[in-house]
């Protein structure tokens, strides 16, 4: 069974930073792409990164190039959420989700998330 | 990248059939077939009911559908059900290799 839970969330002030873990278990970690998805309160959902199997690809939304970093560690079987420079408009539930296979770029699982909270 | 357009809110009464509209761009519903539907109750994580337009994940149930032509992918759900009430979204890949997901669409079993 595919298992991914989210860990590291939290409240932050505004220009802080948070570090997400995700830890993936019940499939080969090593061979799936991965992506951060979030849904601020109330709102509907909000595609962050994507990262491949091998890490050789990296994409971010707009709203977080150049603050938020993706990476992951196959030998842990975890994914990673760096979050710096944080505003209230990133507060929100973030997910941790898995892509159908390499190359099938359709999210099939998610993670129960884990809310991060950035106010003063 | 914005946000594809869903309708806010669809209704209808059980047994009867709902459709859900998701209209995007020739950046990403209409470039690829990677257009998936989710299913949100409140205070879950969102599941997926349709994959590559059409496909249905083994044991989601065969009343929900999916279609697409051109920009617009749709979801119909037949004989509603009072489960079937939660918050919908589509999603599709982009041309520029991100994601984008749907406005959301709240489905009312009235």
């Known amino acids: 069974e595919v298992q991914l839970v989210e860990s590291g969330g939290g409240l932050v002030k505004p220009g802080g930073s948070l570090r997400l873990s995700c830890a993936a278990s019940?499939?080969?970690?090593?061979?799936?792409?991965m992506n951060w998805v979030r849904q601020a309160p109330g709102k509907g959902l909000e595609w962050v990164s994507f990262i491949s199997s091998s890490s050789t690809s990296i994409y971010y939304a707009d709203s977080v190039k150049g603050r938020f970093t993706i990476s992951r560690d196959n030998a842990k079987n975890s994914l990673y959420l760096q979050m710096n420079s944080l505003r209230a408009e990133d507060t929100a539930v973030y997910y941790c989700t898995r892509d159908f296979n390499t190359d099938w770029y359709i999210i099939a699982y998610w993670g129960q998330g884990t809310l991060v909270t950035v106010s003063s | 990248q914005s946000a594809l357009t869903q309708p806010a809110s669809v209704s209808g009464s059980p047994g009867q059939s709902i459709t859900i509209s998701c209209t995007g761009t020739s950046n990403d519903i209409g470039a690829y077939n990677y257009v998936s539907w989710y299913q949100q109750h409140p205070g879950k994580a969102p599941q997926l009911m349709i994959y590559?337009?059409?496909s249905r994940p083994s044991g989601v149930s065969d009343r929900f559908s999916g279609s697409k032509s051109g920009n617009t992918a749709s979801l119909t759900i037949s004989g509603l059900q009072a489960e079937d009430e939660a918050d919908y979204y589509c999603s599709s890949y982009t041309i520029f290799s991100t994601r984008v997901f749907g406005t959301g669409t709240k489905v009312t079993v009235l």
């Open positions: 019940g499939f080969t970690f090593n061979i799936y792409d």
């Open positions: 590559d337009v059409t």
